[in-house]
Nanobody
Framework: QVHLVESGGGLVQAGGSLRLSCVASGGTFSRYSMGWFRQAPGKERECVAAISWSAANTYLADSVKGRFTVSRDNAKNTVYLQMNSLKPEDTAVYYC????????????????????WGQGTQVTVSS
C-alpha cells in the first residue's frame, strides 16, 4: 500500500481559496487512481474529486463543480485539489485516497474501492 500525507488545509473566509496537496510514497504513484473525499461532522463521507493515473479522466461532485479542480503531478508523486469560492458547507476533514489500477483510466468515486488513505486535513470555511 502507498503512504499518503495531505497538507494545505486551514481556516479561510467564505469566497476564499485553498489548495490541498497529497504526497504519496512507497509505491509507483502513476499506477494509482486517486480520489479526494471529505467528511463533515455528523455527515457521511463523500467523494468530491477523482483522477485517473494520467489525468485523462476526472470526476467532480456536483456540489463542487465550477469551484474545485483536481490535478496530479506524477513526477512529484502528488495530487492536488484546488478549491475556489469556498463556502461554509465545504467545511470538513479532507482525505486523499489511492487505488492501485496499473494504468487503468477508470476513476472511482466510492470510498470502499480505495486501498490507501491519508490522515486527513481540516478545512474550515467561515461565513
Amino acid at each position: 500500500q502507498v503512504h499518503l500525507v495531505e497538507s494545505g488545509g486551514g481556516l479561510v473566509q467564505a469566497g476564499g481559496s485553498l489548495r490541498l496537496s497529497c504526497v504519496a510514497s512507497g509505491g509507483t504513484f502513476s499506477r494509482y487512481s486517486m480520489g479526494w473525499f471529505r467528511q463533515a461532522p455528523g455527515k457521511e463521507r463523500e467523494c468530491v474529486a477523482a483522477i485517473s493515473w494520467s489525468a485523462a479522466n476526472t470526476y467532480l461532485a456536483d456540489s463542487v463543480k465550477g469551484r474545485f479542480t483536481v490535478s496530479r503531478d506524477n513526477a512529484k508523486n502528488t495530487v492536488y485539489l484546488q478549491m475556489n469560492s469556498l463556502k461554509p458547507e465545504d467545511t470538513a476533514v479532507y482525505y486523499c485516497a489511492a487505488k492501485f489500477t496499473v494504468y487503468s483510466t477508470i476513476i472511482y468515486s466510492k470510498g470502499g474501492e480505495y486501498d490507501s488513505w491519508g490522515q486527513g486535513t481540516q478545512v474550515t470555511v467561515s461565513s
